[in-house]
């Protein structure tokens, strides 16, 4: 990544020119430059600092439905390959969902039906020796599932793409206006003007900045994310080689959850017992770190109070000291991720927004937080109609 204070100039011509270098942006460049495009990022920021970079680098292939199910298992492949090629790690660590009442366990059940040998019903014992967690009734390995350090793979991919022949990622480049014309576009960046025959705008959150309409579709929600220390008597279930421990609260938001007929009985439970975990939308990741620390995800920030809500937080470490058979966590770090949902609509709910507000340009967003799980495979259907 270039951090020199004299920024090189930017081609006058390419191909391809991408807004944004989170894992939406750099799949389309990526995807671009092995078709034998010219391509250009262009991303506002020093170094990797959206939604992306904020998670915590699970790749939760096997709860994704339809369209981002396909799109789930094509990235994996893809991300695999490009830990190999650009140098930084990518896990095949799996992930472990956790059951707690028999509700739970019996959608978990459905699911891995469904998907006929991509996952394994655990019993109890069979989570306690993967995970540690003694609160259970059962639960489910999903051994496609994948982590990587988000900031780590993110600067890993534009390293490489900007090594390549007819590829260059420009850092510190914010994207102005767009003039359409016959046959391509002039992208006005605070760094110069690039001539691209396509151009590929991945914002996430920002694009209604650069086109409203295109966000007046997608509501913004921001995410409390914590990162806390490793129990110290976890026995290595939470190491670098350990799976990805997921709560039962992902019952209720993957889509790959909705075909089970037990997942009424889930929610009717929980607006019983437990109200306030319904309303936050709390949804329990532990995803460990180079530095041995877990970042836990994810509540929803009350959409009408400024800041982080402590209460959120305070579920969020409540359900995880659940999960770890732990006391109180040792917070180290505390911060919110922007995510976009889709405003409700006709027709099967995907979280991909793909849009061309202009002749040439193709806005593509992500909802869900789904970004780092589903864009490397989304990006070769978006460019195989672009061009």
Do not use: Y
């Amino acid at each position: 990544m270039n951090r020199d204070t004299a920024l090189p100039p930017l081609p006058a011509k390419v191909d391809l020119v991408v807004v944004g270098a989170g894992a939406v942006g750099l799949a389309h460049a990526v995807e671009a430059n092995a078709r034998g495009l010219s391509v250009l990022v262009v991303d506002a920021d020093a170094r990797p600092a959206g939604g992306t970079a904020r998670r915590g680098g699970h790749i939760a292939v096997t709860t994704q439905d339809s369209t981002a199910l396909a799109c789930a298992l094509a990235a994996r492949e893809r991300w695999l390959k490009l830990g190999r090629e650009a140098g930084f790690g990518v896990r095949e660590s799996g992930a472990v969902v956790v059951a707690r009442h028999a509700d739970e366990l019996a959608v978990l059940d459905d699911l891995v039906a469904a998907r006929a040998g991509d996952a394994e019903l655990l019993d109890a014992r069979g989570v306690r020796d993967r995970t540690g967690t003694t609160d259970t009734v059962g639960g489910a390995l999903l051994p496609l599932d994948l982590r990587l350090h988000p900031v780590s793979a993110l600067v890993g991919v534009a390293d490489w793409l900007d090594g390549r022949p007819q590829a260059s990622v420009a850092w510190q480049a914010t994207a102005q206006t767009f003039d359409a014309g016959s046959g391509c576009t002039l992208v006005r960046t605070t760094r110069g003007e690039v001539v691209a025959k396509r151009v590929v705008v991945a914002v996430g959150h920002h694009v209604g900045r650069l086109f409203w309409d295109v966000g007046s579709r997608l509501v913004p929600v921001d995410r409390q994310l914590l990162r806390v220390a490793a129990p110290v008597d976890d026995g290595g279930h939470h190491g670098p080689d350990g799976p990805v421990l997921v709560g039962p609260g992902t019952l209720l938001r993957d889509d790959a959850f909705a075909h089970s007929r037990s997942l009424g009985d889930v929610r009717e439970r929980l607006r019983g017992t437990r109200p306030d975990l319904l309303a936050a939308d709390v949804h329990v990741t532990l995803v460990s770190q180079p530095d041995g620390s877990l970042v836990l995800g994810d509540g929803r920030a009350p959409a009408d109070e400024p800041g982080r809500s402590e209460a959120v937080d305070g579920l969020l470490l409540e359900e995880a000291a659940g999960l770890l058979g732990a006391g109180d966590l040792e917070v180290l770090g505390r911060w919110t991720v922007p995510e976009v949902v889709r405003t409700p609509g006709p027709g099967p709910r995907e979280p991909f927004l793909v849009t061309d507000p202009l002749p040439g340009v193709r806005t593509v967003t992500v909802a869900d937080g789904l970004a780092t799980t589903t864009a490397l495979g989304l990006a070769p259907r978006v460019l195989d109609g672009l061009f």
